[in-house]
T-cell receptor, first 114, second 109 residues
């Protein structure tokens, strides 16, 4: 089992550009969540996808959008990048059963905006 | 809005000492609580998960307790080792994970 994978590992962009991050969930998982972790802080929830629909969303602007594909993999898109978007972006996958789930995290994508 | 607080923010102990990390949360309507470990610049490694109906969970030298009614969880690490040096994060699950800012632990050899 490959676990949760993310690509790319690192990314450098300039202000105003657009970026796409990718995530493949753990085998058997149908739910993907995205988190942003700024330096020295805990991860912040961006949004969650289930059955190709955004199920819930955190307090992030519309510049942050996502997509889930039929194979449950997911993309996070960020438009009009700001310096403050520099962070570690984490993807987590899970499968709900018996009214609970365990989220498994990928290694993250380090985004630097110059 | 769920608020998660971790105290202390940093901890430095000599090798062999037991570690006690605290986590508090404001809304007790949670499905479970997870403790994670994060090494510098890396992703999150899940250490323990406690379901909302459980009081504690153990794995090796790690033990985590949960008091949902008071909104508290504690992670105990017995006989600390230099390899335990990392940042420890707690997260409560109410359909999404809400994280604390973490406790950075340094175990001195």
């Amino acid at each position: 089992d490959a676990g949760v994978t993310q690509s790319p590992t690192h990314l450098i962009k300039t202000r105003g550009q657009q970026v796409t991050l990718r995530c493949s969930p753990k085998s058997g998982h149908d739910t993907v969540s995205w988190y942003q972790q700024a330096l020295g802080q805990g991860p912040q929830f961006i949004f969650q996808y289930y059955e190709e629909e955004e199920r819930q969303r955190g307090n992030f602007p519309d510049r942050f959008s996502g997509h889930q594909f039929p194979n449950y993999s997911s993309e996070l898109n960020v438009n009009a990048l700001l310096l403050g978007d520099s962070a570690l972006y984490l993807c987590a996958s899970s499968f709900w059963t018996f009214s609970t789930d365990t989220q498994y995290f990928g290694p993250g994508t380090r985004l630097t905006v110059l | 809005k769920q608020e998660v607080t971790q105290i202390p923010a940093a901890l430095s102990v000599p090798e062999g000492e037991n570690l006690v990390l605290n986590c508090s949360f404001t809304d007790s309507a949670i499905y479970n609580l997870q403790w994670f470990r994060q090494d510098p610049g890396k992703g999150l490694t899940s250490l323990l998960l406690i379901q909302s109906s459980q009081r504690e969970q153990t794995s090796g030298r790690l033990n985590a307790s949960l008091d949902k009614s008071s909104g508290r969880s504690t992670l105990y690490i017995a006989a600390s080792q230099p390899g335990d040096s990392a940042t420890y994060l707690c997260a409560v699950n109410d359909y999404k994970l809400s994280f604390g800012a973490g406790t950075t632990v340094t175990v001195r050899a």
